[in-house]
DNA sequence: GAGTGGTCTAGACCACCAA
DNA sequence: TGGTGGTCTAGACCACTCC
């Protein structure tokens, strides 16, 4: 249909979309240089870090914050429905997962956590801050806010396990009712900056408002994705 | 925690953000000229197209090929449990829905096609490219890929309609259960095209799968959002 | 210390849109 | 037809990574 202009940008992509499809550059591997590539297609460093862009967008390469671009590993399925913790998710799928413990305390809850808690104004709140790997690439920034009632002393519980594991061996509390938002927006400067991806990176942000078995609101997360590294499927009906 | 480097793009952002949500620039409306722009903040319209594209990577304004930049109006809200037609989600949150029919024929289906609807190699498939809009924007591409068996005649229906509705009205079939896949990434060329947005921004890809009542595939739907017109909703357990 | 990516400058030409 | 956005050039300096 269009007359496909010869844009230096999509030729560029193409070449390398090609030579990533035929294996020549393998998951995980590194792209040369930014100055090398621009050598090898004829062009400033600007045109080509606009392709690199434009393969970004599309989840095929990454890049790693000062350190160079690389071939994207293939997505995780997050199933919404059957919703298993992060380990066993990653395991299932026979990836490799991790996760790193980066702050846990008791403070004061912003309006918009209250709202999604439905507590008073002011009410205390367990913040819990987790950055979350797959085979060792930081796909997952997570902040979870505990109604601080249902689980007494959490805070002296390994908090780099699952969370509902601990739920269920300490507290008998099981999920109930979820309720997701998913956004597709730029990463915040947390997030970012724990995932070393640079701000304003297109990223996934999920929302999780969680109830117990009892119906009573007990936690809610926010999740910061990494766009490329996630599939969602969900079933209904 | 960082020091907060004192980049020239954030500034700009920081500067634009301030306006917006102030209300001096109202939703929908028309940022001045990138050459405008770039004297007011003394730069360069490269670093001045640097914040922009940030500010559209978050959802808070957006591009018209060859037009200009304006301001992002709110997002919708798509349920996937309760799950209206368009028009009535759109309507139901205070706006105006239109849709337009780009094409529609009986076609030989790919192969992904082939597998989604769990028919044979080369089977005939019919194939319905809509465009929808909401308050005008054009926010969805979507095609769907419907098993002739399940609807002899339905090119002569007036495609423009809700398919939910014709569905019913003419064929008694009605929506039983549906699995979603959910994929954030660049738009694909045909979609970018009909969304007058340039190549590879970043979009939000959808395929529905549905089944009727009866538990048969009958069609499966490849919709591509803007990534700044969406926001989804979903409940489990 | 060499090389890398992150950022920025100061221009240019073209195709398209609106007046 | 003038101004707009889309694209591209040919450099530069800095902070950081990696050796």
Known sequence: MQPMPPRAV?????ALLEQIEH???APGGKLPAERKLSEVFDTTRITLREALAQLEAQGLI??????GWFVAPERLTYDLIERSHFHA????QGRVATTELLSARLQPASAAI????????????VRICRLRRIDGRAVLYAEHYLN??????????DLAQSLTEIYGRVYG???????FEILPTALPVEAAGALKVSVGSPGLHITRVNS???GHLIDCDLEYWRHDAIRIRAQAG
Do not use: N
């Open 114 to 125: 209250c709202a999604r808690l439905q507590l008073p104004a002011l009410s205390s709140v």
């Open 148 to 157: 601080p009632r249902y689980f007494p002393g959490i805070l002296e519980q």
């Open 62 to 67: 990454y890049r790693e914050e000062r350190r």
């Open 89 to 92: 998710m990653v395991r299932d």
């Open 23 to 25: 294996g020549l550059l």
């Open 173 to 179: 509390i099981r999920y109930g009712q979820v309720c």
């Open 10 to 14: 999509t030729a560029i992509c193409h």
């Open 212 to 214: 117990d078995q009892h």
